[in-house]
């Protein structure tokens, strides 16, 4: 159990161009979230899979934004046409159990700056 | 919608003084409770969590108790150290519904110790 990991832990990218973060959850964990968190508030929920299907998709994941899980395995986000406003640090999340008891484990995170 | 509130920050203290961060939640369902800490430069951990009504969870010395009547989940600890200095979390997640167990976070409270 080497945790959640994501990749890059920081990007700095140009005001249009594309990124694509990924995040390789704990083995055998079939539950997937991705999060954004601003300077001084708490994480928001952006999206959800359930092995490799995406369950749900928070109104703040825009149609730039894009998520995917091939194989129920690791997961990317994809950002198109980087906005200023997209700067924040990108978070996800594994969990293997459903219900009251379950307990989500966070990557670093992927800090993204749009310049 | 489901939401969380904390206090505002910073909160600082002096060492083994007795700490107390409040939150209070909103929710339509019977949610699980959770605490998570930052450190700096390191990723969200689980600090302690409550799955009902009237259930304390406790970690390192921390505690806090599922308190439905005022939908609240405060976080104490009885003497803090400078090693407790962090972003503290409140955060629910209600697996009611079909829910998918994210979670929703407060705004987070910093807390520092001085030595």
């Known amino acids: 159990d080497t945790g959640v990991s994501q990749d890059p832990r920081h990007k700095i990218t140009k005001r249009g161009q594309n990124v694509t973060f990924r995040c390789d959850p704990i083995?055998?964990?079939?539950?997937l979230y991705w999060y954004r968190q601003t300077l001084g508030q708490g994480p928001e929920f952006l999206t959800y899979?359930?092995?490799?299907?995406?369950?749900?998709k928070s109104r703040l994941l825009s149609d730039r934004f894009s998520a995917e899980r091939p194989k129920g395995s690791f997961s990317t986000l994809e950002i198109q046409r980087t906005e200023q406003g997209d700067s924040a640090m990108y978070l996800c999340?594994?969990?293997?159990?459903?219900?009251?008891?379950?307990?989500?484990?966070f990557g670093q995170g992927t800090r993204l700056t749009v310049v | 919608g489901n939401s969380v509130t904390q206090m505002e920050g910073p909160v600082t203290l002096s060492e083994e003084a007795f700490l107390t961060i409040n939150c209070t939640y909103t929710?339509?369902?019977?949610?699980?409770l959770f605490w998570y800490v930052q450190y700096p430069g390191e990723g969200l951990q689980l600090l302690l969590k409550?799955?009902?009504a009237d259930d304390k969870g406790s970690n390192k010395g921390f505690e806090a108790t599922y308190r439905k009547e005022t939908t609240s989940f405060h976080l104490e600890k009885g003497s803090v150290q400078v090693s407790d200095s962090a972003v503290y979390f409140c955060?629910?997640?209600?697996w009611g519904s079909g829910n998918t167990g994210k979670l929703i976070f407060g705004q987070g409270t910093t807390l520092q110790v001085k030595p």
């Open positions: 955060a629910l997640s209600d």
């Open positions: 899979f359930q092995n490799e299907a995406q369950l749900e």
């Open positions: 409550a799955t009902k």
């Open positions: 083995s055998e964990h079939n539950r």
């Open positions: 999340a594994s969990s293997r159990k459903r219900g009251a008891d379950a307990e989500a484990f």
């Open positions: 929710a339509t369902g019977y949610p699980s």
